[in-house]
């Protein structure tokens, strides 16, 4: 069994209310870390840390809107004055399914406002201070949709193939100071907002899946864990979990 070394280290998530962000919630905190939760949806954030947390001693739910510099600013001082960050998961997204000829210009910058400039802003300063400390971890959770090019997909890919960069560039710059930064990039996952398209788009969703079904939010969680664990030596690595649709 892996041991992960993170029981006592804190974890900031981003996005972490429902869907992946939950599941990821509830991995690292089955392994014993401190949890920073972000989520612009206050109440559900609040009831996830509370359902998991009781006490509220182990994770502190931060209600925080990405697409806003200021905001990510006055959430990270929150959660800094709470506990220094040992893992970054940058997890938040905005996705948008629509052409490019069909996406206004106002979405195309907020789905890259929420999706590559906060994750940007966020790891720059939490990365400054893992670096004088010598050890941290960041994962963030690109996409299949940032590798593979798709009509509907424009906005939202482009931002996640930004962010597989944006991976490979900081763990460049902090591989030096013990800090390793790698992405993970999923497919399909098994979320009501996934399910919400009815049975047959996606029957024909799994149906282009070599394993024949989507991932579970808790299997990709899973590598995350890996990820930020103590021993990992991988740093500006992508990560695919996406059932064999994507092989290289």
Do not use: C
Not at 28 to 38: D, M, Q, S, T, V
Not at 40 to 53: F, K, V
Not at 61 to 74: F, K, S, Y
Not at 179 to 193: E, Q
């Amino acid at each position: 069994m892996l041991d992960t070394g993170l029981a006592g280290r804190t974890v900031l998530i981003t996005g972490s209310a429902q869907g992946l962000g939950a599941a990821l919630v509830r991995a690292f905190h089955a392994e014993g870390a401190y949890i920073a939760a972000l989520d612009i949806d206050d109440a559900a954030n609040r009831a996830l840390a509370t359902g998991l947390d009781p006490d509220g001693e182990r994770i502190l739910p931060v209600r925080a809107d990405l697409r806003d510099p200021g905001a990510i600013d006055a959430a990270y001082a929150t959660v800094r004055a709470w506990r220094p960050v040992d893992v970054l998961v940058n997890n938040a997204a905005r996705p948008l399914a629509k052409t490019l000829w069909e996406i206004t210009p106002e979405e195309w910058d907020e789905v890259f406002a929420v999706n590559l400039r906060a994750v940007f802003l966020l790891t720059r300063a939490v990365a400054a201070d893992m670096r004088e400390r010598g050890f941290g971890r960041i994962v963030n959770m690109a996409s299949l949709a940032g590798q593979t090019p798709r009509p509907t997909g424009a906005a939202y890919g482009t931002s996640k193939a930004g962010l597989i960069s944006l991976t490979r560039v900081f763990a460049a710059e902090l591989a030096a100071y013990g800090v390793t930064v790698n992405a993970v990039a999923p497919a399909m996952i098994d979320t009501p907002m996934v399910r919400s398209v009815g049975p047959d788009a996606l029957a024909e969703l799994v149906a282009q899946v070599p394993l024949g079904r989507i991932a579970t939010p808790e299997e990709v969680a899973r590598v995350a864990v890996f990820l930020a664990s103590r021993e990992t030596f991988a740093t500006g690595a992508t990560y695919d979990v996406n059932g064999g649709t994507l092989m290289r």
